[in-house]
């Protein structure tokens, strides 16, 4: 463990306590520590900028479940597991919160930790036989209406069989991750991140009989917009990237690539459920 990437959003606020933290625990270890281009002026002198293609150990992402998602490009191009160290509200998909930062830390420099592996969605958005978008989620790819009142509609089909049409605000493809974020409060299940699943559960839609529905990760989900209107996008993990209009059919599948999370609490899935998320609390 001696390649490490350092990854924040809330530098300008958070800086100081991760410089506190890295050079009170990692100055005398010989660790290299690398950081996206765009980070690297609010971070010490020993933090480098990232090349592109450089093998990293591992990542340590400061913040809440907002920068770990925003964190996921940088772990694919650096082939390195992700450690989340809460510094948010939630922290859902962190470790440990940056209060227990010298508790846990000794145990990723000795390597005694393990790594549980989380699906991915890979997203396309075709149209004519022309792909106009390409990206990746850890969360969700959401088919939103935007601001208009009237509802879209969507037509749906899983390796080319047409499951469902529906009028609604809206269509959610979540991973096992994402299962316990937006397409949770959609009514969605629950799945243990180690599943490899989607869930495609739809946004109030017009008739009650449209329920979200699980699907093998070796499906390819077909979402063909057949009633768009201007402001009606794509989202990749909260962000929107891409309109959608009339036509266009969005392919969601399992990505090949899967990111890294290291765990060196030990905490399991379901402790985590029942102290994030209040689970069979009354």
Known sequence: MKKIGIYSKNLKENGSLIVRALECRFDRNGLLFY????????????????TEGDKLDSILVFGGDG????AI???????????GINMGKLGFLSDFSISEFDKYIERLLESKYSIIKRMLLETEIRKNGKMLFHGYALNDAVIYKGLVSRLI????????????????????????????????????????????????????????????MVFPASAE????????????????D????????DGDNVVVKAARDKVGFITLTGKN??????????MGKI
């Open 35 to 50: 950081t996206p281009e765009e980070m690297i002026d609010y971070l010490p002198d020993c933090v480098q900028p990232y």
């Open 67 to 70: 920068t770990i998602l925003g």
């Open 73 to 83: 490009d940088f772990a694919l191009k650096s082939s390195a597991p992700i450690l």
């Open 153 to 212: 509609e969507i037509r749906f089909f899983c390796n080319g069989n047409y499951v469902v049409e529906t009028r609604c605000d809206g269509m959610i493809a979540s991973t096992p991750t994402g299962s316990t974020a937006y397409s949770l409060s959609a009514g969605g299940p629950i799945l243990a991140p180690e599943m490899e699943a989607f869930i495609v559960a739809p946004l109030c839609p017009h008739v009650l009989s449209v329920r979200p």
């Open 221 to 236: 989900l077909k979402f063909r917009m057949t009633r768009a209107y201007n402001e009606t996008m794509l989202q990749l």
């Open 238 to 245: 909260g962000k929107n990237v891409h309109a959608l209009t």
């Open 269 to 278: 899935f379901y402790q985590t459920l029942r102290k994030k998320l209040h």
